[in-house]
């Protein structure tokens, strides 16, 4: 399962980066290289209940409306994986799926009327995240399009829209019905084809199965199947790692997603007191660079860390489904929205009973028409997100971008932390001219290098969050 950025298997709590002494006098601190997966920025554990409640009118006055992203999160799952930290729950008794689109349509309806009838409204991309949209049966998922398309305005035919599923729910009804309004993208987590690999991450599923929702998926005719893969897993070997890997390649999928195993507080794993000490770094850096140069052969590009595109696969849009720019709206108790000065949701748990608390809270509430949880974007936030979120991109940053959005130089505005960078070897020393860029160390460095990005009161936030 993936989240539009990028999948959801692994969406943790970032923390504080840590660093350990230095190995020689003189030298940077070591740092490790698995800290936080930063798919947004502030993370959500820097929200905290916004005491004003602002209106959604209000947030939305004057913001750009042209090129919009929209996500619709559904928080149902048939199975919470071991490594799971994100906001879903089990199952979905007493007509809860009802209830919860019941809630998303009265949401949507006061979000487009705080859009307001000014200046067109136009959505550029969409995406169905989670959890799993595909729990939905054939008739919700029907539901849930004309809830993005009707009451929001998103002609899903015309613009990129992106999908999650997983093995069990991809039935070939729940497909037809995607297929037929317009998805262009569905993201298969997978995880691992090795059937003993999935069983220790807590993922009870077969290898003939997922062959089989592969088998599906490709039978839609949808244009990009992407594929998630997990490597750290216990008991994963370099051979169990490229036969994932070579399993995942038969089908040439469009995109591939490679990701670390995290183990985060009251997940199945982290019951299980998981080590994640130096040779559990080292093992999951050496299988990332195996996939990663493995990938590089079959003739892979690599977009990201994670991210890897087919030659000539079919774009996303401009943002390729990150929709994690401002001008993003989300819809569901998991989602978040950002404007340029504020990103708000609804509460935030990990914990099973808290997020079926939640759940219920959502699907009783009336009035959508306020922020209630969020955390606002100064200036300085701003430059934090545009450098990292373009920087852990292996195309890079534009200093001109940089400069011609805040009138500044990045070098400039973050001295100490690029430098940093540039020492530990993680930027590319002869980039092309205005570009400021990632080595090959560097992306693989990125979840150590984000985080080292991240404000000071924005970890402290952080720091202070009690996971629940």
Known sequence: MTAPTAPATTHAAASAPTTAAPATPGAPHPVRPYQAYVYAYPHKTAYRPL???????????????????????????EVRCG???????????DELTTRYLDALDRQAAAVRDALGDGAPVRFAAAAFGGGTPTYLDARELDRLCDIAERRMGADLRAVPLSVETSPATATADRLAVLADRGTTRLSLGVQSFVDDEARAAVRPQRRADVEAALGRIRDTGVPVLNIDLIYGIDGQTPATWQASLDAALAWRPEELYLYPLYVRPLTGLARRAAACDAAWDEQRLRLYRHGRD??????????????????????????????????MIGLGCGARSYTSALHYSFDYAVD????????????????????????????DEARRRHLLQS?????????????????????????????????????????????????SEGLAHSDALGPALFSAPVRAAMAAYETR
């Open 83 to 93: 490594f799971c930290n994100l906001f879903t729950r089990i199952g979905a008794p």
């Open 51 to 77: 005491p004003d409640r602002p209106a959604l009118r209000d947030l939305w006055r004057g913001e750009p409306k042209d090129a919009l992203s929209l996500y619709l999160h559904i928080p149902f799952c």
């Open 391 to 439: 920087l852990l991109q292996a195309a890079g940053l534009p200093v001109r971008d940089y400069r011609d959005r805040f009138g500044t130089d990045p070098h400039t505005d973050f001295p100490a932390e690029l430098a940093d960078f540039a020492r530990r070897g993680w930027l590319d020393p002869h980039p092309p001219p205005g570009l400021l860029r990632l080595s």
């Open 352 to 379: 099973m009973h808290r997020i079926r608390t939640i759940i219920d809270d959502y699907t009783a509430t009336e009035d959508f028409t306020t922020a209630r949880h969020g955390r606002p974007v100064d200036t």
């Open 294 to 327: 493995h990938l590089l052969a079959a003739g892979y590009e690599q977009v990201s860390m994670r991210m890897f595109r087919r030659p000539g696969a079919p774009a996303q849009g401009p943002d390729d489904h990150a929709c994690q720019t401002d001008g």
